[in-house]
């Protein structure tokens, strides 16, 4: 009974460091001003070829954002992206990522 009890404890608690994180990652949206171009809600990008980010894969987003910004992704518009990349780090990503994949 206590193993159960602990178990929930532990789900309960990363489901609030989720949270909070997802919290953290609405705020960097704005101030890393990834709303400028996709839009303040992640699906309504400015132009049509930027991409909707609202609801995508957290993992897959991370990967693109650090791909970018070490530059081993140049295709697109990922130029662009890359100077607005340059100043987040690998924590700030994981945030924003968390905040966006959680958006319907």
């Not at 460091?17 to 101030?31: F, H, I, P, R, S």
């Not at 894969?57 to 992704?73: E, P, T």
């Not at 662009?80 to 780090?89: C, D, Q």
């Amino acid at each position: 009974m206590t193993k159960v009890l602990m178990g929930a404890g532990a789900i309960a608690m990363s489901a609030m460091a989720m949270n909070a994180q997802a919290a953290d990652g609405k705020a960097l949206y704005t101030e890393k001003n990834c709303h400028t171009c996709h839009g303040a809600d992640g699906k309504t990008p400015i132009m049509p070829l930027y991409p909707k980010l609202a609801g995508q894969n957290k993992d897959y987003m991370v990967a693109q954002m650090k791909d970018i910004k070490s530059g081993a992704r140049s295709n697109g518009m990922s130029m662009a992206m890359k100077a607005m990349v340059a100043n987040v780090s690998d924590e700030e990503f994981e945030a924003i990522a968390a905040y966006l994949a959680g958006v319907q």
